[in-house]
Nanobody, 114 residues
Framework: QVHLAETGGGLVQAGGSLRLSCVAS????????MGWYRQAPGKQREPVAV???????SYSDSVKGRFTISRDNAKNTVYLQMNSLKLEDTAVYHC????????WGQGTQVTVSS
């Protein structure tokens, strides 16, 4: 079973930046597409960014141009650089494979204030 640990969230003012990290257990990290997902209060979880095993990236329209997903296979880690944060980016952020395994852990809370 894969264990995923997300870190890097926090409280930031609108327009600020945060960098999230997600470390995955297991020896086959590099062969999987990975994604960042978020769930805002009262809303369904949604994918925001995906990175393939070939480093191909894709973003939701709501974060395109502001967020950047990357990965370091040597460290079993996927990152999400979030710039120009908006109030509506407030959510719990999770990482998972694509498609997701669905064993959602605690995630990391991102709160954007005005």
């Amino acid at each position: 079973q894969v264990h995923l640990a997300e870190t890097g969230g926090g409280l930031v003012q609108a327009g600020g930046s945060l960098r999230l990290s997600c470390v995955a257990s297991g020896s086959d990290f590099s062969i999987y597409a990975m994604g960042w997902y978020r769930q805002a209060p009262g809303k369904q979880r949604e994918p925001v960014a995906v990175i393939g095993s070939d480093d191909f990236t894709s973003y939701s329209d709501s974060v395109k141009g502001r967020f950047t997903i990357s990965r370091d296979n040597a460290k079993n880690t996927v990152y999400l650089q979030m710039n120009s944060l908006k109030l509506e980016d407030t959510a719990v952020y999770h990482c998972d494979r694509v498609p997701p395994l669905g064993a959602w852990g605690q995630g990391t809370q991102v709160t954007v204030s005005s």
